[in-house]
C-alpha cells in the first residue's frame, strides 16, 4: 500500500525565515511526486510535479527536490502570504490504465509578519 | 481558478437525506475524480472516471455512487447521509493519458457538505 508521511505537520516561521517541509514516501511504481498549496475551505493548488531522483523545480519563494525516498519542499525567505497547507502526493498506478494519488496530510505553514 | 467548477459550493441537510453534488472538468480533460476531505482524514480517494467509464474505486461508501455523463461533467450521489459524512468533497481532473500533461490533477473549489 502506498504511504505519505509528511513532517512537520505545522510550521510557524517569521517573515524572512526560511525552512523545508518533508515528505516521505513508499510506493510501487512512482510515476510522479506532486506538491500542492491549499487555502483553508479551498480546493488545492497544484505546484510542482517531480518524476525521478535528482530532479528539482523552482517557483518563486519554493523549490522542490525529489530524492528515492522523499521530498523537499524549500520555502526562501517566506511571506505571509505563503501561509497555508501543503500537500505532497504519489501517483502510481493503479491497474485498468489508471495512475492515483495518494496524499499526505499534510504541513500547515503559518508565517508571522 | 484551475477551471474545474463544482456545485453546490454549500449545502445542508438532515441525516438520512440524498444530496447530489455536480462537477464540470476542465475543458478537453477526460479524467473526473472524486475526494473527500475530512477534518481528520486528510484527501481520500473515492472513485475516478474517464471518458464516461468507471476506471478506479477508492475509499467509496456503498451508499455514495458517482456517474460521468456524455458532456464529461459528473455527478457524485450520497445517500442515506450520516452525521460522519460531513466532510469537503472535491471534484478533480486531468487530461487524456497521452497528454503530456495528463500527470496532472487539478482540484476544483469543493463542495461543503453538512449533515445535521
Known amino acids: 500500500e502506498d504511504q505519505v508521511t509528511q513532517s512537520p505537520e505545522a510550521l510557524r516561521l517569521q517573515e524572512g525565515e526560511s525552512s523545508s517541509l518533508n515528505c516521505s514516501y513508499t510506493v510501487s511504481g512512482l510515476r510522479g511526486l506532486f506538491w500542492y498549496r491549499q487555502d483553508p475551505g479551498k480546493g488545492p493548488e497544484f505546484l510542482f510535479t517531480l518524476y525521478s531522483a535528482g530532479e528539482e523545480k523552482e517557483k518563486e519563494r519554493l523549490k522542490a527536490t525529489l530524492t528515492k525516498k522523499e521530498s523537499f519542499l524549500h520555502i526562501t525567505a517566506p511571506k505571509p502570504e505563503d501561509s497555508a497547507t501543503y500537500l505532497c502526493?504519489?501517483?502510481?498506478?493503479?491497474?485498468?490504465?489508471?495512475?492515483?494519488?495518494?496524499f499526505g496530510k499534510g504541513t500547515k505553514l503559518s508565517v508571522i509578519p | 481558478d484551475s477551471g474545474v467548477t463544482q456545485t453546490p459550493k454549500h449545502l445542508i441537510t438532515a441525516t438520512g437525506q440524498r444530496v447530489t453534488l455536480r462537477c464540470s472538468p476542465r475543458s478537453g480533460d477526460l479524467s473526473v475524480y472524486w475526494y473527500q476531505q475530512s477534518l481528520d482524514q486528510g484527501l481520500q480517494f473515492l472513485i475516478q472516471?474517464?471518458?464516461?467509464?468507471?476506471?478506479a474505486k477508492g475509499n467509496i461508501l456503498e451508499r455514495f455512487s458517482a456517474q460521468q455523463f456524455p458532456d464529461l461533467h459528473s455527478e457524485l450521489n450520497l445517500s442515506s447521509l450520516e452525521l460522519g459524512d460531513s466532510a469537503l468533497y472535491f471534484c478533480?481532473?486531468?487530461?487524456?493519458?497521452?497528454?503530456?500533461?495528463?500527470?496532472?490533477?487539478?482540484f476544483g473549489e469543493g463542495s461543503w457538505l453538512t449533515v445535521v
Open positions: 478533480a481532473s486531468s487530461a487524456p493519458l497521452d497528454d503530456r500533461s495528463g500527470n496532472t490533477i487539478y
Open positions: 472516471y474517464y471518458n464516461g467509464e468507471e476506471r
Open positions: 502526493a504519489v501517483q502510481a498506478y493503479s491497474g485498468a490504465g489508471s495512475y492515483q494519488l495518494t
